[in-house]
């Protein structure tokens, strides 16, 4: 490949690069939706004449660069190329940073159509087009072709030394990863095994469904094998995907491990008993990308240069900050705040910048799987060949879930409707009506008996509800777009569920339904929930080269293929457990029901269990039970009959300090029984290896609640899958006892105990859904069996 065409880049990319400057303005403006914006320039080229081409396809080599795009649009009569951008509001309160970018935009294709058309001179027209009146605003100016040129060529320039650093570091980036060497002397039981299974998925650009147990170093085993993939397949990006922050902290010390940290030079080989053994340091970029609540150094100000110091002069700070980012590599949260400040450049838009340049990035599921994903949308329109790595995946169906629906509180809108401005009085009172209409409609009483919201699930979207909240919202961004001034919390809020509920409205089927709550006089609230992800998801798996889904609770495989959406070719691997079963007692108290109406006749056997086994072996526990209410009951029970034994409580709404001085009393030493709610913050992704905890106590199958809202999604999934009580209930409940139970046994030389109480662990589909390693009652002892690898 010769020099001048080694390199190739977007119009939109070049000028995005070199052109912006000035302030970063996040101030509250509503922008266009995309299918707003191509309708907006569908609209300007059918009121053009009969010669306008449209979408003109132009590209040239400029500086050794190869420099490509579409122009919208270019009237040959006139010589006078269009730049089209769609708009709301007040134009003159665009951000000088946009205009100067439309600009750019603009004379980079003007430049590429003279060089292509033998053109001495061209007009270019910026063409703003208002998108709820229709009207278009056009600036022009007239240029020289060689003025063109050479601004173009100033662009590439300036580019091309960024374009050949990133190949230069691209091909370090691979001849280091050609050499990678996994960082300890052997394996761990199982971790290779792992390890294979995530190489012959990148390799052959498949999806992995991997179930491996607690404690053989899932991280290391995934990440080890796609950093080896990346020069030998190809793969342009590795993603890292999370569902809580300690799982991005495993991955950052993993990567360290494999030498991408800063202490990569002097690190010892842990668990190896060589210290002192050096690890050089990886070439490679990586990113922790953090929620804006968490990185914002001014919580409170609005994201724009008049508010923020941070903001002020973001885009002429930007290209220092970003190759001193880019030169440092490692890029946690910490490193990333530290030269955000050294730049005087606000930490959280930078490291939104730097994902386009980093190797590879940890972070939240949601970048890569909700509706406006950042990660995603990079990779679609660079066309990266992606390797996906999602921890702890067997949470994704509910997160999933979550992603894709959306609520209306109707008592937000009746606050409101008290402070609207008076241009909003007419829409708002239509939506207030149609609210009132559908409550009526149910028939909902204010609340049921047990003082619960009074629910139903409706029939089918209300339509007329759907069109009312479809006027609110285009009133309320028209409204916007020219007072931006009036964008009060209240009103944003509204409007931002309302465009959420819409969006989520246009596309409704049968992987979602409508449900109405009502709370009390005046507050109702209307959902839109969706059941089943995988109509959403299947896209974003498509879009990825090779993804690895990884948990110790991930049977039975088909149920997350089909509520996910995997691929048909997704192969399904189970990893054999390293730990025998003489490592985990296991008892059943089947004569316990923990059912709602037995709950007050469980409290006397439970409190005797947690007793007995504490006086058989005093150390520290965890108990769990399926609500805070019978967590507050069981709890209350024991301290009662047992006062001289510690006990500690997990309560609803605890910060992270509270969370972590619950995890601290698991010391060593320590003694007394911590209580929890299963499926909350300490059933899962928490590590107490060792004599911090040596047991645990489930009381509770883990079912979720039996209601109308689970009956409906039974019977939805019945339909689907054939699986409804499966898919609603058993799965997900035994999920989340595996889970908590798996706190215990977390290394080769930890001894602990698990009792199970609730006489549904007796029946014969609850017990095959428990690990194979287990040694149950009345059940052959020994080790799990072989590895397994199928299709699902």
């Given at each position: 490949?010769?020099?001048?065409?080694?390199?190739?880049?977007?119009?939109?990319?070049?000028?995005?690069?070199t052109a912006r400057q000035g302030d970063?303005?996040?101030r509250f403006t509503p922008a266009?939706?995309?299918?707003?914006?191509?309708?907006g320039h569908a609209e300007v080229a059918r009121r053009r004449g009969e010669g306008y081409e449209r979408e003109v396809a132009l590209s040239g080599v400029v500086e050794g660069l190869t420099v490509s795009g579409r122009a919208d649009g270019y009237d040959p009569a006139a010589h006078c190329l269009e730049e089209v951008k769609t708009h709301r509001g007040d134009l003159s309160r665009m951000a000088d940073n946009q205009r100067a970018l439309h600009w750019a935009q603009a004379r980079a294709y003007g430049a590429l159509l003279c060089a292509e058309r033998g053109l001495a001179e061209i007009t270019l027209?910026?063409?703003?087009?208002?998108?709820?009146?229709?009207?278009?605003?056009?600036?022009?100016?007239?240029?020289?072709?060689?003025?063109?040129?050479?601004?173009?060529?100033?662009?590439?320039?300036?580019?091309?030394?960024?374009?050949?650093?990133e190949a230069e570091h691209r091909e370090r980036r691979d001849a280091a990863l050609q050499g990678l060497a996994f960082p300890h002397v052997a394996f761990r039981p199982g971790q290779r095994e792992l390890a294979e299974g995530a190489y012959k998925a990148a390799a052959t650009g498949r999806c992995l469904l991997a179930q491996a147990p607690t404690g053989i170093g899932k991280t290391l085993g995934t990440l080890f094998p796609q950093l080896a993939a990346m020069p030998r397949h190809g793969l342009d990006r590795v993603m890292f995907l999370t569902m809580k922050t300690p799982g991005r902290a495993l991955a950052l010390d993993a990567l360290g491990q494999l030498g991408a940290g800063p202490g990569a030079e002097t690190a010892a080989r842990q668990g190896d008993g060589l210290p002192g053994e050096s690890i050089e340091r990886?070439?490679?970029r990586v990113l922790e990308l953090t929620a804006r609540e968490k990185a914002c150094e001014?919580?409170?100000?609005?994201?724009?240069?008049?508010?923020?110091?941070?903001?002020?002069?973001?885009?002429?700070?930007?290209?220092?900050?970003?190759?001193?980012?880019?030169?440092?590599?490692?890029?946690?949260?910490?490193?990333?705040?530290e030269v955000a400040r050294e730049h005087g450049v606000c930490p959280y838009y930078l490291g939104q910048e730097l994902a386009r340049w980093c190797d590879l990035v940890v972070g939240d599921v949601n970048h890569w799987f909700d509706a406006n994903a950042l990660l995603h949308g990079l990779a679609v329109a660079n066309r990266w060949r992606v390797g996906l790595l999602v921890d702890e995946a067997h949470n994704l169906v509910e997160r999933a879930r979550g992603m894709y629906s959306a609520e209306l509180d109707q008592r937000r809108l009746a606050r409101l409707r008290r402070s609207a401005p008076p241009a909003l009085s007419r829409p708002l009172a239509r939506l207030a009506r149609q609210w009132h209409g559908v409550v009526k409609e149910a028939g909902l009483a204010e609340a049921g008996e047990t003082g619960r919201p009074a629910y139903r699930v409706l029939d089918a979207l209300p339509s007329a509800m759907v069109g009312a909240l479809q006027g609110a919202a285009s009133s309320i961004t028209d409204y916007l777009g020219e007072h931006p001034e009036g964008a009060s919390p209240e009103l944003q809020?509204?409007?931002?569920?309302?465009?959420?509920?819409?969006?989520?409205?246009?596309?409704?089927?049968?992987?979602?339904?409508?449900?109405l709550a009502r709370h009390g006089r005046g507050r109702a609230v209307l959902g839109l929930r969706n059941l089943v992800p995988a109509d959403f998801l299947a896209p974003r798996f498509a879009a990825a080269h090779a993804a690895v889904l990884f948990s110790a609770t991930l049977a039975p495989p088909g149920y997350h293929r089909d509520l996910l959406g995997l691929p048909a070719e997704t192969v399904w691997q189970s990893v054999a457990s390293p730990f025998a079963a003489g490592q985990l007692e296991v008892r059943l108290r089947t004569d316990i029901s923990t059912r709602l109406r037995d709950r007050e006749a469980s409290l006397s056997p439970i409190v005797a269990e947690l007793a007995g086994q504490y006086r058989r072996r005093p150390g520290n526990y965890l108990a769990f039970f399926s609500s805070f209410a019978y967590l507050e009951q069981a709890r209350a029970a024991f301290a009662e009959a047992h006062p001289a034994i510690p006990t500690w409580t997990q309560v609803r709404g605890m910060g992270e300090p509270e969370r972590d001085a619950f995890l601290a009393r698991f010391t060593p030493q320590g003694q007394g029984i911590g209580f929890a709610v299963l499926g909350g913050a300490f059933a899962e992704g928490v590590d107490l290896p060792g004599q911090r905890l040596i047991g645990a106590f489930i009381a509770t199958l883990g079912l979720p609640p039996f209601d109308d809202f689970n009956e409906a999604l039974k019977a939805r999934l019945q339909a689907r899958f054939g699986r409804g009580d499966d898919y609603a209930y058993r799965v997900p409940g035994l999920i989340k006892v595996v889970q908590a139970a798996g706190r215990v046994i977390r290394g080769p030389g930890d001894r602990g105990t698990v009792v199970l109480m609730d006489d549904r662990f007796a029946r014969r589909e609850v017990r095959a859904r428990l690990p194979e390693w287990w040694q149950l009652p009345g059940t052959p002892g020994g080790a799990g069996g072989p590895t397994h690898t199928t299709r699902p």
């Open positions: 490949m010769s020099e001048v065409r080694r390199h190739r880049v977007a119009v939109r990319t070049l000028c995005d690069f970063l303005d996040h266009p939706s995309a299918e707003e914006g191509i309708a027209a910026l063409v703003y087009l208002e998108v709820a009146s229709g009207r278009e605003t056009r600036l022009e100016q007239r240029f020289d072709a060689a003025e063109l040129a050479a601004f173009l060529a100033s662009l590439c320039r300036r580019y091309r030394a960024w374009a050949e650093q990886l070439p490679l001014y919580p409170g100000r609005a994201c724009h240069g008049e508010a923020c110091p941070l903001a002020a002069g973001f885009y002429d700070r930007l290209p220092a900050a970003r190759q001193a980012a880019v030169a440092r590599g490692w890029l946690d949260r910490q490193a990333l705040r809020e509204l409007l931002f569920e309302a465009l959420a509920f819409t969006r989520l409205a246009e596309a409704f089927g049968d992987h979602s339904l409508c449900d």
